[in-house]
């Protein structure tokens, strides 16, 4: 815990050492308003003009409000990575990515952990197939119920009493250390006075913006990172700050930034990851008229994967019928991480199946699950030929 503390202050110093470098004449430290499009005033004192703003104030965690009743055993992500000794229990309330995560770490490092969700939502996936595996696989190692009926939640002493209706519908009641609340996150725009500018908002108070200019609806005024409630994961967020800082540099004369194929991922065992359009998107898009098909791989029977004694998960590719472009993939898996870049960067290129068939691969490796997959794919889609069982063209087991 020691050099997880430490590691993390080294991420986070580097962060401060680009904000102590910017000269002392550039920046003002402070809480800025907005008065109007143009004007800001920080700490209430010190009133700025600007020619063009940029919004990047992120995000924070959020909960129910009647969860503030809990005090000091309401915690978020952050404060699990102050810990110096191990709680005996908690509960974690949303198995989005954070909650899975450190849920799942909580779990094998020998707390007593329930994850509770709402809806039946298991991580980033839409996929209801993936989603499903994905729910069985984690409830085998841990309680998890995505679709949970708490019933009672208070604080008694320094311990929190919840009664709840498990999976059978059996009402149930247990006592934890700790509730750690990985409910979504909240764009830092509620603060900033910002009904006193034109942007406009959605639904849930935040500005909209272009996603190619990160442009609101005031030309003069940007957003980026999680403040924009778009895509927030951190590689995303600094191309959004590039995007929305060269434009605020050269406005008038904005240009459309560069976006990239999307890819998402949680580092649980075994890891989760989206790539390009997810199965949601594209059955919204081209479901109606049925122009896509899916390949499927089960990682359970993969060569390597058995080898390594990691041979659980599945893998769904999805291509559209006619063109045979791949447009996106959901997976969980054995180093999903990786294979989520190999097909994030075939998405980016619009690289059809039959093109990505004919990369190499090597053998063993897990890779060769995504080749089976492809193959489905390709066959699906009536661009190749029937999978034949037990092919042997690449090695035994692949």
């Known amino acids: 815990m020691d050099r997880v503390k430490r590691e993390r202050d080294r991420f986070v110093g580097f962060v401060l050492e680009g904000v102590d470098d910017i000269p002392a004449e550039d920046k003002v430290a402070g809480y800025a308003k907005f008065i109007d499009n143009n004007t800001l005033v920080v700490d209430g004192h010190t009133r700025i003009e600007a020619k063009r703003i940029v919004i990047a104030t992120g995000s924070r965690p959020t909960w129910p409000a009647p969860w503030n009743d809990l005090g000091d055993r309401l915690i978020v992500n952050d404060d699990v990575f102050e810990w110096d000794d191990l709680p005996g229990s908690v509960a974690v309330f949303g198995p989005g990515v954070i909650g899975l995560e450190l849920g799942q770490s909580l779990h094998r490092l020998g707390v007593d952990v ?3 969700g709402v809806g039946g939502q298991v991580g980033p996936l839409t996929d209801p197939t993936v989603m499903a595996y994905a729910d069985k696989a984690f409830s085998e190692e841990f309680y998890l119920d995505a679709d949970a009926k708490v019933e009672e939640m208070v604080r ?3 311990k929190v009493h919840i ?6 519908g059996q009402p149930q009641r247990m006592e934890v250390d700790y509730v750690l609340a990985a ?9 900033l006075d910002i009904e006193n500018t034109n942007i406009e908002l959605d639904a849930r108070g935040v500005p909209t913006a272009d996603p190619y200019t990160m442009q609101t609806s005031v030309p003069s005024i940007f957003i980026s990172g999680d403040a924009s409630n778009q895509i927030p994961l951190l590689h995303e967020a600094a191309d959004q700050g590039r995007i929305a800082g060269d434009n605020a540099g050269r406005f008038p004369d904005i240009r459309a930034g560069l976006r990239r194929s999307k890819i998402a991922a949680v ?3 075994p890891q989760i990851a989206m790539v390009g359009e997810s199965y949601k998107e594209i059955t919204e898009r081209l479901g109606k008229c049925g122009c896509f098909e899916t390949g499927v791989v089960s990682f359970e029977n993969q060569g390597r994967s058995r080898v390594m004694l990691r041979n659980k998960g599945i893998l769904h590719v999805y ?20 294979l ?3 097909l994030a960067w075939a998405h980016q290129n619009q690289m059809t199946i039959s093109q990505m068939l004919d990369m ?20 699906k889609l009536h661009l190749g030929p029937e999978m034949i069982k037990h092919c042997l063209d690449c090695g035994p087991g692949c």
């Not at 409910?183 to 603060?191: E, S």
């Open 114 to 116: 329930k994850v509770f």
């Open 156 to 158: 008694e002493g320094d």
């Open 163 to 168: 009664r709840y209706l498990d999976k059978q």
């Open 183 to 191: 409910t979504g996150r909240r764009p830092n725009v509620d603060k």
């Open 267 to 269: 580092f649980s065992d």
């Open 319 to 338: 291509g559209e019928q006619g063109t045979g472009r791949f447009l996106g993939a959901e997976m969980m898996g054995p180093n999903a991480e990786h």
């Open 340 to 342: 989520a870049h190999l």
């Open 360 to 379: 190499p691969f090597y053998h063993p490796v897990i890779e060769e699950g995504v080749r089976t997959a492809l193959r489905d794919l390709n066959a």
